[in-house]
């Protein structure tokens, strides 16, 4: 676990993951025990520092609570009690504010000790841990006290950091940091001294007398002081040209870092700051980090970018060395050797040419006492063997510290892994912008900006596709370029021939992973492309079985395509490819002859899962199943692309009737099922026309919801169950036009077949239906029945939106009855069980009604909490619903305005609502 106190608090797991500790006292405990980590913290210390005069009794009972508190949230060992006195139990290196004191110290000494890189490196270490100011968000005596102190003790590192900086002759560097320290810390003279020296070695002699002037006018203005002697003579050395002014470099060990042997890039880079400086952190803070990520995704650059950022940090310098032409990896050692020969090294380059072995026992002996970063770029091919070759050197050369680029981390016990993600939008569309300016006059302009976006979003925001579709449009208009990416791989070349040979092409750079893959891992990558929106673990095993490879062996293969950065893992468990690998894959799959087979296992797992779905959605588990279907919309969709008028395309399509319903998808469902219905079996057939007739009417097609109703009876398959989910259908469809007599006829045949086959769902709508009747013909006794009959089932099923509707029906029967206190208790079940659905536009109606049966400032309460509730779900028809109650309470108050306001706001909503239960009960005025 790791506390950081620099900045915002927060607190790390052991895997990274930040975990929230609630509580202002909570917080504050954790805090004074993470600045004493591994040292016992007397309870009365704690009591006094965190509730100070406020401290009762029973204080130390209320610590004991807030520390039991902190365990559950920690774990139960973090925390320890020995005797009166609590214990953070983890080392002191774990808190940022402690780690930077021990830094702060180390880098001072190894000042006073004359080795001024190790100084420098140590101390820019220190600041770096600095993510904002410290403590801030506490006001107590303790915390101020601690924050002024860490924050002193930063100023000394930075004074100290800078002379270490001016010490190696980086006095042009240092010259804009600080003059933006001076005029932030005015008063620190030391910072007026290194200014002034630095601008003097930097042969700006007038601008530092200038400076020197500029320190004295402000002290003698706002303190009345002079400034002290060492600002005074050295104005006096600068004025005489004191030899002793001159730079001269530090004695010790040859250095390399003029001669840094890194690629000089030709083009800008554009984007990564967040990435540049979490990886310049993470550089920092371990010996051994490894950039991982797809195909293209600017690995390289990246690593060249956050290498010459450091470059100032290590004493013998930075050194690129290009892995990619190695075929083995025996040669990794006289590849080094030959890339530190151009600089200082210059003796290794004799020991290079002799043949690897003889590189390799020079190379250890001419590192071990230097302190340079090795960037290893391309590392994929060469693996285990490079894995062995970095270890050996790491474990050698303690002032060595190595940053690689690989499709695949090295595997070496304290490597960090740092996955490089794909540009956002903005970056790519930068990017874009950027290049293609580069190759001609492109201009990005309000009519082509959406289409640059979508050709950015389709490139995955991988750079090197971004790229090469920039370069592009030196011959052809981006608007064409977009259309052409199904054929991305014979379109994304490199026109010019500067590229290395694997970078001139989209394809040739995705072949180098795919040819480093084994035959199965080959095979179970192709069959990921069929699915799309990604696909769950049990998915992949499935289609696994396409290619011959074993369920248990299929988990295996996806982890390792996850570690070689050939497929995404995302949040649920699932896993994706990007869409430019998709590409690829499906491309591979075709020309091995599984595409068909692929796509006919697809299709199987898919219906299967859909038609598990379809109970499931109607369960107490319907949120899980809610999330599920969602989740694999992209694999549906695949299946109704591929065969629109296929009987699995079908059966998803009516299995998943109640998702279209309850998710607003009524016209996706239509569209499905009629493109597929033609020449379907009899059973079929009326379940797909008792589907269309259930969300024709939801979309108030109310002639085409009774002709597929009419339809569907008449077909009367030899399943007496799907001849009343029929009839229920058709006579829902009745009830809304009109033909109540009808309706109930059909309803009640429907009822009884549902009703004897258990199915307290069915009846459940059955009843909803009844009750829709009885709220619309004012029958309130039938209301109360039906109601009731609702509640008792969608108890028994556990089905939370029935329950929330029955208890809204509830509620409106003891309103309708004027018994308002039974109506807000009601209404208060309804917004409970609404919470429990975890669907907005759920709540936000509850509220609604809760209002409409609450005293006045109750009522305001709730239907604000409506209309927030609401936006917050882009349920914009129940966010109106909520502002026209609110409306008309403010208006019965006399705050006719913002009445007036709230309704022309609505009269700005452009969505709409045709649920005839949400309308029937939205029909009601409201009461005050």
């Not at 005074?232 to 002793?244: F, K, T, W, Y």
């Not at 009846?763 to 029945?785: M, P, Q």
């Amino acid at each position: 676990m790791r506390v950081k106190l620099l900045g915002p608090i927060e607190v790390d797991d052991a895997d990274g993951n930040a975990v929230a500790v609630a509580g202002a006292k909570q917080r504050a405990v954790l805090v004074l025990l993470a600045l004493n980590a591994a040292r016992p913290v007397p309870v009365e210390t704690l009591v006094e520092a965190v509730w100070g005069s406020d401290a009762a009794s029973d204080t130390r009972n209320t610590l004991q609570h807030q520390v039991s508190r902190l365990r559950k949230t920690l774990g139960r060992t973090t925390i320890t009690s020995q005797g009166p006195t609590y214990l953070l139990d983890i080392s002191p290196e774990d808190v940022d504010a402690v780690r930077f004191e021990r830094l702060a110290a180390e880098g001072r000494a190894e000042l006073r000790s004359g080795d001024i890189h190790a100084a420098a490196t140590v101390l820019r270490r220190a600041e770096r841990l600095w993510r904002g100011p410290a403590l801030e968000e506490f006001d107590a005596d303790w915390a101020r006290a601690d924050a002024v102190r860490l924050d002193q003790l930063r100023l000394g590192v930075l004074e100290d950091r800078i002379d270490a900086e001016l010490r190696l002759g980086h006095h042009r560097e240092a010259v804009a940091e600080l003059e933006s320290s001076v005029r932030e810390h005015p008063y620190r003279e030391t910072l007026w001294v290194h200014l002034v020296l630095a601008l003097y070695r930097s042969g700006r002699q007038a601008d530092a007398l200038a400076a020197y002037q500029q320190a004295r006018s402000l002290l003698a203005a706002e303190l009345g002081i002079e400034p002290g002697p060492e600002l005074r003579d050295l104005e006096a050395a600068v004025l005489r040209h004191d030899p002793a002014l001159t730079w001269s470099p530090v004695g010790g060990s040859p250095t390399l870092t003029d001669h840094s042997g890194l690629p000089t890039p030709l083009t800008s880079f554009v984007g990564r700051e967040t990435e540049l400086t979490e990886v310049q952190r993470a550089v920092g803070e371990h010996r051994l980090v490894t950039l991982t990520g797809a195909a293209g995704a600017g690995k390289t650059r990246l690593a060249i970018e956050v290498a010459s950022a450091l470059r100032v940090e290590f004493a013998d310098g930075v050194w690129m060395v290009e892995l990619e032409p190695l075929v083995e990896a025996s040669a990794v050692p006289q590849a080094v050797a030959s890339a530190l020969a151009g600089g200082a090294a210059g003796r290794l380059s004799a020991r290079a040419d002799e043949g690897p072995a003889s590189a390799g026992a020079g190379l250890l002996e001419y590192l071990r006492p230097r302190q340079l970063l090795l960037v290893l770029d391309n590392c994929e091919h060469l693996l285990p063997g490079i894995t062995e070759w970095a270890q050996q050197v790491l474990s050698v050369c303690p002032r060595l510290q190595v940053l690689a680029t690989s499709r695949e981390p090295l595997g070496i016990v304290g490597e960090i892994h740092w996955l490089v993600p794909p540009l956002t939008e903005a970056q790519s569309v930068r990017l874009f912008e950027e290049r293609a300016q580069r190759v001609g006059r492109f201009e990005l302009t309000a009519s082509n900006a959406d289409t640059v976006r979508d050709l950015c979003r389709h490139l995955d925001g991988l750079p090197l596709a971004i790229e090469l579709a920039a370069a592009r449009t030196k011959a052809l208009q981006v608007d064409y370029i977009a259309t052409q990416l199904s054929d991305r791989f014979a379109l994304l070349v490199s026109p010019g021939r500067a590229s290395s040979g694997r970078h001139q092409s989209l394809r040739a750079t995705i072949d180098w992973s795919y040819d480093l893959l084994d035959e199965q891992e080959r095979t179970l990558f192709d069959l990921l492309s069929v699915f799309e929106g990604g696909c769950s673990i049990e998915a992949a095993m499935a289609l696994a079985r396409v290619g011959g490879i074993d369920p248990g062996r299929a988990l295996d293969l996806l982890s390792l395509l996850v570690d070689k950065s050939l497929v995404v893992p995302s949040s649920g468990g699932r896993y994706d490819l990007l869409e430019t690998l998709r590409e690829y894959g499906r491309e591979r799959l075709q020309a091995t002859g599984l595409l068909t087979e692929a796509e006919r296992a697809h299709r199987q797992y898919f219906v299967a899962l859909a038609e598990d779905a379809e109970s499931g959605l109607m369960s107490k588990d319907y949120r899980t199943w809610q999330l599920r279907v969602e989740a694999e919309l992209g694999n549906f969709r695949a299946v109704q692309r591929t065969a629109p008028e296929s009987e699995e395309t079908l059966r998803i399509a009516c299995a998943l009737w109640w998702f279209w319903s309850s998710s607003d998808r009524h016209a996706v469902g239509r569209d499905w099922i009629e493109a597929a219905i033609r020449g379907s079996r009899p059973l079929l057939r009326a379940r797909a026309l008792t589907v269309i007739c259930y969300l024709a009417g939801q979309q108030l097609d109310l002639d085409a919801a009774v002709a597929a109703g009419e339809q569907a009876v008449v077909l009367q398959p030899d399943d007496p169950w799907t001849t009343a989910w029929s009839k229920q259908a058709l006579g829902l469809a009745l009830e809304v036009a009109g033909d109540h007599q009808r309706a109930a006829q059909l309803l009640t045949e429907a009822r009884v077949v549902m009703d004897a086959a258990g199915d307290d769902w069915y009846v459940a709508a059955n009843d909803l239906i009844t009750c829709l009747r009885a709220l619309r013909s004012g029958d309130v006794d039938e209301l109360d029945r039906a109601s009731h009959e609702v509640l008792s089932r969608s108890t028994a099923i556990g089905y939370e939106p029935f329950r929330c509707w029955a208890y809204l029906l509830c509620s409106r029967v003891a309103e309708l009855r004027g018994d308002l206190p039974t109506a807000r208790v009601e209404a208060e079940q309804a917004v409970l069980a609404a919470r429990r659905t975890q669907l907005n536009h759920y709540v936000s109606f509850a509220l609604v009604q809760l209002g409409r049966t609450a005293d006045r400032t109750t009522a305001e309460g709730a239907f604000r909490e409506a209309i927030v509730t609401a936006d917050s779900a882009g349920a914009g028809w129940f966010a109106a619903h909520a502002r026209t109650n609110l409306a008309g309470l403010l208006y019965a108050t006399g705050d006719q305005q913002q009445a007036a306001a709230l309704l022309d706001e609505n009269a700005g909503t452009k969505t709409t609502n045709r649920h005839f239960f949400y309308l029937a009960l939205a029909a009601e005025p409201w009461r005050f």
